[in-house]
Nanobody, 123 residues
Framework: QVQLMESGGGSVQAGGSLRLSCAVSGYNVGSGCMGWFRQAPGKGREGVASIGRYDGTTYASSVKGRFTISQDRNTNEISLQMNNLKPEDTAIYYC?????????????????WGQGTQVTVSS
């Protein structure tokens, strides 16, 4: 049974930083494709960042240069370092996983999801 659990959300002022983590069980981090998604109030879910089997990454244009996704095969976790946060980054952030070799935000359709963690950025 695959389980994903996010942590690290919170409230920060614009320009601040947060680091999200996703602890994974029942799935080997680095064996497929994992990513971070978010859903803001009243909006649909959008992909934020993905990381694949060979550590290739993709990012939404809105976060490129500010967010960094990484994966740790030893601890079986993925992380999302978020810098220079903006009020429009406010959302619930979810980590997700799929067993695909081809990995990118445009192709991800993950069957495994965490419960989400709230990120709130105030101006």
């Amino acid at each position: 049974q695959v389980q994903l659990m996010e942590s690290g959300g919170g409230s920060v002022q614009a320009g601040g930083s947060l680091r999200l983590s996703c602890a994974v069980s029942g799935y080997n981090v680095g064996s497929g494709c994992m990513g971070w998604f978010r859903q803001a109030p009243g909006k649909g879910r959008e992909g934020v960042a993905s990381i694949g089997r060979y550590d290739g990454t993709t990012y939404a244009s809105s976060v490129k240069g500010r967010f960094t996704i990484s994966q740790d095969r030893n601890t079986n976790e993925i992380s999302l370092q978020m810098n220079n946060l903006k009020p429009e980054d406010t959302a619930i952030y979810y980590c997700a996983a799929e067993r695909e070799i081809l990995c990118g935000l445009a192709t991800m359709n993950p069957p495994y999801w965490g419960q989400g963690t709230q990120v709130t950025v105030s101006s």
